[in-house]
């Protein structure tokens, strides 16, 4: 339609009785239940056509323009039923559209309104268009039925060529449905009449006939049929109802013009307790790959195109790490001459015969990626083989030469190697070890690789020390150290190659065995934590120091007063702030912490209590226990890592009961004067506690009341005072 001849054709204006009803018509504002306001009116448009030239004219009216007297249309609708168009034009925004009827504006729509036409007009588009509906809402009709046509063109475009594709595809076998039923579905069973002292014959579902039972039946009983041979359930007819077997996969690999197609199909069976032993066999076509000469893959699923149709749709081939497990029966009739040409280099077929459960498109494409894979089936590793398909990508990166011909050679071995392989029934981290022997010339023992595999660690994990400590020496090493990591040789390795890391950070000499081969893993660790830390540890110290400017002199003070030593263990004062939170970083307490740990440097400022450390005489460097304690020695707390006791504690408690009895003919008058008002603030902040009943919300001691746990911990000098009571919570 040429718009230039549109727009010549003869105007159409209101008529009278359009007017008429229009004012007649009267808006009404209704209140829907939502609360909103809206107009309501018996008609939302009004019409008038004319046919001219083949052409249907339709004029569409807005009545608040006819109810001032209007004459011209808002819309103008052209159709052509021959062309099969159609073309508005917008006389409100000036343009033409290409909108249906019920897209275009209509200002204050009330959705239960209709378009106004005079029966003449209406008659007339019904006679134009030959359709049941005339008026409005025969002109919807036919622009639907356009919508649909242009619609259908775009899709079969893109979908003839999918049907032209698949069209050779050949015929279903004629023995197909009884091979679904019997082959691919994998279920099958014995139904029998109930009897006292047992059934002695029942119906089998794979033999189709009446069998002997061996044996006393019971209902749902896993057995053999003694005549097929075959795994089946006992059914007993009369408590059996409506069931189905599950959805089992089969494939059909046929030649078709470009190559091969492999069909998937869903099959299963269906029992109702009406036609009991007799079943409802269902199976159906889910997916299509054609695999044509040139390597390309196509393939189709069954499913809704675009909201519209249940048809077949190109999707995408199966993906070699594809995890769902789709495995199924395939039908063997035509493999025999399949395997003699289209598959003949694929191994497929021998690999159908030897997996009678298979997914036949996943084996091609594991096969295409990882063509090793049929080397390694047919050498005898099942559990290598088994890793091709479920992590194709790790078989891959062990396949150290992959033009090479031969296996052995591919995977970088020699032939014993490769024979030890075989006997071991080696997987993938078998064989990375095997390599790691291979390459650097060391004795893998079969001990080796047992631990290897009960301790999680594969060769991967040892390349940051393998070029200076040889496998043997570092099991050996990782045994020693795994005390100190709650016996577990993964988190002292993990431990190990971040320690090196940070070693060579701090430009240490990792090639020196006194660094790389520490006796004390955790403790090296952790010092080189705190020294990459370093510059943050002094800036809290500096901090604190500002803050709190007479904790460093005080703790200068405290050096000869307090320290003492025997033959087990030591008491140390620290020398600053910057020594108090380094000893709370090592043990991970809260003495370390910026912001829980303040209360400390408080306390010591005001002399009402000290940070002291006690260390075992032997390792006088090493933390062990932090302890706060008063100005007469009364100990009110003994924490170690993580703010826990050991069972150590009690002996070390032995010797702080020594260290009380030494310290106090060392105290002075001001000292015990402080003393007694440490033991006020003290009791009054344990009074405070129990009122509020503070409750510790972390760690080994959550759910305690703190103040419990506290006065569990004092200890104090009953050389100075005599221990008091604690004053009862008013």
Not at 228 to 240: D, I
Request: aromatic share 12%; charged share 30%.
């Amino acid at each position: 339609m040429k718009k230039s001849i549109l727009l010549g054709m003869p105007k159409l204006t209101a008529s009278p009785e359009m007017k008429k009803v229009a004012l007649e018509d009267e808006p009404e504002k209704v209140r829907t239940y939502s609360g909103y306001t809206r107009i309501r009116r018996k008609y939302k448009c009004y019409m008038n056509c004319m046919v001219q030239n083949g052409i249907l004219k339709v004029a569409l009216y807005l009545p608040d323009h006819l109810r001032l007297d209007g004459d011209n249309p808002a819309y103008e609708v052209f159709l052509d039923k021959k062309k099969r168009q159609f073309l508005t034009y917008d006389y409100l925004d000036k343009k033409w559209r290409d909108a249906k009827l019920d897209r275009l504006e209509w200002p204050g729509q009330d959705y239960d309104a209709v378009c106004w036409v005079s029966t003449g007009d209406s008659d007339m588009v019904q006679q134009y268009f030959s359709s049941e509906r005339g008026g409005y809402f025969g002109i919807l009709d036919f622009q639907r039925k356009v919508r649909e046509e242009q619609l259908d063109q775009r899709h079969r475009r893109i979908t003839d060529p999918w049907d032209k594709d698949l069209a050779q595809v050949p015929e279903l076998p004629k023995d197909w449905g009884r091979w679904a039923d019997k082959v691919a579905v994998r279920e099958n069973f014995i139904f029998y009449n109930y009897k006292r002292g047992g059934a002695k014959t029942g119906y089998c579902t794979f033999c189709g006939k009446k069998v002997p039972i061996s044996g006393h039946p019971y209902h749902n009983k896993e057995g053999h049929c003694i005549r097929c041979r075959h795994p089946v359930v006992f059914k007993a007819l009369g408590r059996t109802g409506y069931f189905q077997t599950q959805r089992h996969y089969a494939y059909l690999i046929q030649r078709c013009r470009d190559g091969f197609v492999v069909r998937e199909f869903w099959a299963n069976r269906t029992y109702r307790k009406h036609s009991l032993p007799n079943s409802e066999p269902y199976w159906h076509e889910i997916r299509r790959s054609i695999y044509d000469r040139s390597g390309e893959i196509r393939s189709y699923y069954w499913g809704m195109y675009c909201q519209r149709e249940v048809r077949w749709i190109m999707g995408s081939p199966c993906y070699y790490n594809y995890s769902w497990n789709q495995s199924g029966r395939v039908y063997g009739k035509t493999l025999p001459s399949l395997g003699k040409k289209e598959l003949r280099q694929t191994g497929l077929v021998e690999w159908v015969r030897s997996h009678p459960i298979t997914d036949p498109e996943k084996y091609l494409a594991v096969w295409e990626k990882l063509p090793q894979m049929e080397q390694i089936w047919k050498a005898g590793l099942p559990k290598l083989t088994n890793e091709c398909f479920n992590s194709c990508d790790r078989v891959r990166k062990l396949v150290l030469h992959p033009n090479e011909p031969g296996l052995i050679r591919a995977l970088g071995l020699d032939t014993p190697k490769f024979r030890r392989l075989r006997q071991l029934d080696g997987d993938t981290e078998t064989l990375a070890w095997l390599q790691l022997e291979k390459r650097t010339g060391q004795c893998i023992t079969n001990e080796m690789l047992c631990w290897s595999k009960k301790e999680r660690i594969s060769p991967r994990d040892l390349v940051f020390i393998a070029d200076r400590m040889s496998v043997v020496q570092i099991k050996n090493y990782l045994e020693r150290q795994k005390k100190y990591f709650d016996g577990s040789c993964q988190q002292a390795l993990t431990t190990w190659q971040d320690y090196l890391a940070m070693a060579e950070r701090l430009h240490y000499d990792t090639s020196d065995e006194i660094v790389y081969r520490v006796r004390k893993l955790r403790q090296r660790h952790d010092e080189l934590v705190l020294q990459s830390e370093a510059g943050s540890l002094e800036e809290q110290a500096s901090k604190m120091a500002a803050k709190y400017p007479h904790v460093n002199d005080i703790c200068m003070e405290l050096q000869e007063k307090y320290a003492y030593s025997d033959g087990d263990y030591t008491v140390l004062a620290p020398q600053n702030i910057f020594a108090i939170i380094k000893e709370g970083r090592m043990l991970h307490h809260c003495v370390g912490n910026d912001g829980s740990g303040e209360r400390y440097y408080e306390r010591i400022e005001r002399r009402e209590s000290f940070i002291m450390f006690l260390r075992r005489t032997d390792e006088p460097e090493d933390p062990y226990y932090t302890l706060e304690i008063e100005p007469d020695g009364t100990v009110r707390q003994k924490r170690t890592l993580f703010d826990r006791q050991y069972e150590d504690i009690e002996q070390a408690t032995e010797f702080l009961l020594k260290w009380q009895k030494v310290i106090a003919a060392r105290l002075t008058g001001r000292d015990l004067k402080l003393a007694e008002r440490s033991r006020e603030l003290r009791n009054e902040e344990f009074i405070q506690m129990q009122k509020d009943r503070v409750i510790i919300h972390t760690g080994h001691l959550a759910g305690r009341l703190l103040a419990d746990v506290l006065l569990a911990d004092l200890m104090e000098n009953t050389e100075v005072i005599q221990p008091q009571a604690l004053p009862a919570v008013a």
